[in-house]
């Protein structure tokens, strides 16, 4: 059974800093591509990043391209989620995802993914 344990969260003032982080157990880590999405209060659960199996390939929203880092670490079944710069409307609960099978491209979509963390809370204040 795949398990995505997210860690990371908090509470930051605009401009600042957090690195998520999602441990991942369950089946060969290395061989299926990874998620981050969000969701904000009252609105859909969107994509934020993602990554493929080797790390070779990435995916970023609009909203976060040159300030979110996603990157794996493969030997240690983690993936994270380094975010710059912070806005308050990053504000959302951040999940971790993984899909169910193996592929060589990005999933960029929500129904490609079947597994879900718990999701970690991130607010920022201005």
């Known amino acids: 059974q795949v398990q995505l344990v997210e860690s990371g969260g908090g509470l930051v003032q605009a401009g600042g800093s957090l690195r998520l982080s999602c441990a991942a157990s369950?089946?060969?880590?290395?061989?299926?591509?990874m998620g981050w999405f969000r969701q904000a209060s009252g609105k859909e659960r969107e994509i934020v990043a993602a990554?493929?199996?080797?790390?070779?390939?990435?995916y970023y929203a609009d909203s976060v391209k040159g300030r979110f880092t996603i990157s794996r670490d493969n030997a240690n079944n983690t993936v994270y989620l380094q975010m710059n710069s912070l806005k308050p409307e990053d504000t959302a609960v951040y999940y971790c995802?993984?899909?169910?099978?193996?592929?060589?491209?990005?999933?960029?979509?929500?129904?490609?993914?079947?597994?879900w963390g718990q999701g970690t809370q991130v607010t920022v204040f201005s």
């Open positions: 995802a993984a899909p169910g099978g193996v592929g060589y491209w990005v999933p960029r979509q929500r129904d490609e993914y079947d597994y």
């Open positions: 369950g089946r060969t880590f290395s061989s299926y591509a």
């Open positions: 990554i493929t199996w080797s790390g070779g390939s990435t």
